[in-house]
């Protein structure tokens, strides 16, 4: 076998490929490639064709840092408010059966939801409650990033309802109204 110097694109440089990662493996210190005897020469010789351009001295390119909430930094967590999960439940007429499932899950798994107020984007426990109940967990919890606000999916949820009368473009909205003041009076 031949070591090869494999610099820190390699696993980058694989994918780009369209290599699979099945069936064989390389040393890290050494170099060293191995191939399982079951791997199919496609394989192979897509590993040794990427080796062959590969260049180990080529560094990969550090993410440039932002601040965080600075325009372009990358969220590290993402929170989407139970009161827009709700809604959008509502919404895509599965509050019912998100409910219903909800009624079946872990004590655990009711308590977190009931004491959030705002749930992570990626917490799988909610997202499995959501497919449970046929909801997409993608479009019910979709943010968006640039902003923190749920952003208007077109031709998805965001569509207000009818309400019977269709209103003209350009018309202005109602205008504000304010709860009756109430007079005090002493005696």
């Known amino acids: 076998m031949v070591d090869w110097k494999i610099g820190p694109t390699f696993v980058d440089e694989i994918r780009a490929a369209g290599v699979s990662f099945e069936g064989w493996s390389w040393g890290i210190i050494d170099g060293e490639i191995n191939f399982r005897d079951d791997v199919t ?30 325009p ?16 959008r439940l509502v919404m895509t007429h599965h509050a019912e059966a998100f409910f219903k499932v909800l009624d079946k899950a872990s004590r655990l798994q009711r308590e977190l939801w009931s004491a959030s107020v705002l749930v992570r984007r990626d917490d799988m426990g909610v997202r499995l409650l959501l497919i449970d109940a046929g909801a997409d967990p993608d479009e019910i919890l979709a943010v968006d990033t640039s902003s923190g606000q749920a952003p208007p999916k077109p031709g998805s949820l965001f569509k207000p309802p009818a309400m019977g009368t269709a209103v003209p473009p350009g018309t202005p909205p109602p205008p504000e109204t304010k709860p009756p003041q109430i007079a005090r009076t002493r005696k």
């Open 41 to 70: 020469q496609e394989v192979r010789d897509g590993v040794m064709a990427v080796l062959a351009v590969h260049d180990p001295a080529k560094q990969t390119v550090p993410p440039t840092p932002y601040p965080p909430g600075a």
């Open 72 to 87: 372009g930094a990358e969220p590290t967590l993402i929170m989407v408010s139970r009161y827009t999960i709700l809604n």
